[in-house]
T-cell receptor, first 113, second 112 residues
Framework: DAGVTQSPTHLIKTRGQQVTLRCSPK?????VSWYQQALGQGPQFIFQ???????QRGNFPDRFSGHQFPNYSSELNVNALLLGDSALYLC????????????FGPGTRLTVT | KQEVTQIPAALSVPEGENLVLNCSFT??????LQWFRQDPGKGLTSLLL?????REQTSGRLNASLDKSSGRSTLYIAASQPGDSATYLC???????????FGPGTSLSVIP
């Protein structure tokens, strides 16, 4: 049973560029959440997708957008990258809508230079 | 607004010691409280999940308790081992449809 997978593992981008991160949820899960974790801090909630719609959003600008596909996989897009966007981006999946237990992927390390 | 804090920020103990990590949250109307482990540069591994109706959960050498009235949760690690060295994060989920709020974590180092 595959857990949550994320790609790529590492990514280096230049300021102003755009980036797309990908996540496949754990088998049987249909809800995907994205988090940003800066060095030395706890993860910060970006948004959550269920039934291909963004259901909740944290305090992040519109430069951060996402998508969920019919197979429940998800993408996180960040436009006009800033140096401050450098972080570990974590994807978590859960079963069904509601405050259910979340399972996290290994993360994508994004470095903006 | 829910805020989650963790004390201490860092902890170093000799192997074999029992230890307690603390997590505090400002809003007692939580749905569940989840403890995670994170190794350097890696994702989060779920350790224990406590539903709001529960008082504690146990898994092996780990025991987590929840006291909603005081806004506190503790993670007890028995007979610590060097392999327990990691950052431990707690996360509070308030009511349905609310986002998860993470604490900043406690960095644990178990010295052989």
């Amino acid at each position: 049973d595959a857990g949550v997978t994320q790609s790529p593992t590492h990514l280096i981008k230049t300021r102003g560029q755009q980036v797309t991160l990908r996540c496949s949820p754990k088998s049987g899960h249909d809800t995907v959440s994205w988090y940003q974790q800066a060095l030395g801090q706890g993860p910060q909630f970006i948004f959550q997708y269920y039934e291909e719609e963004e259901r909740q959003r944290g305090n992040f600008p519109d430069r951060f957008s996402g998508h969920q596909f019919p197979n429940y996989s998800s993408e996180l897009n960040v436009n006009a990258l800033l140096l401050g966007d450098s972080a570990l981006y974590l994807c978590a999946s859960s079963a069904g809508w509601g405050p259910n237990e979340q399972y996290f992927g290994p993360g994508t390390r994004l470095t903006v230079t | 607004k829910q805020e989650v804090t963790q004390i201490p920020a860092a902890l170093s103990v000799p192997e074999g010691e029992n230890l307690v990590l603390n997590c505090s949250f400002t809003d007692s109307a939580i749905y569940n409280l989840q403890w995670f482990r994170q190794d350097p540069g890696k994702g989060l591994t779920s350790l224990l999940l406590i539903q709001s109706s529960q008082r504690e959960q146990t898994s092996g050498r780990l025991n987590a308790s929840l006291d909603k009235s005081s806004g506190r949760s503790t993670l007890y690690i028995a007979a610590s081992q060097p392999g327990d060295s990691a950052t431990y994060l707690c996360a509070a989920l308030k009511t349905s449809y609310d986002k998860v709020i993470f604490g900043p974590g406690t960095s644990l180092s178990v010295i052989p």
